[in-house]
């Protein structure tokens, strides 16, 4: 189930998961299973990630709700 938008945020602002493992100090794996869902940032990783792109913390979260 996709929950967040962490690929699709890095993607748009030219990043890669590489740079983002570096500044969040976890490791290319952890960041690696963020982006593709497998698992879920707690959410003051979330935040820190939100922040590090410099977007608002609910552009980087799937809605439960259908538009």
Known sequence: ?????IKEALQEKGLTQV???GELDKSFKMVNAYAC????PSLETL???AELLNV???KLIVSNKEK
Do not use: E, Y
């Open 37 to 40: 869902n497998r698992k879920q």
């Open 47 to 49: 935040f820190r990630i």
């Open 19 to 21: 740079w983002l493992a």
């Open 56 to 58: 608002d913390v609910r």
């Open 1 to 5: 189930m996709k929950m967040n938008r």
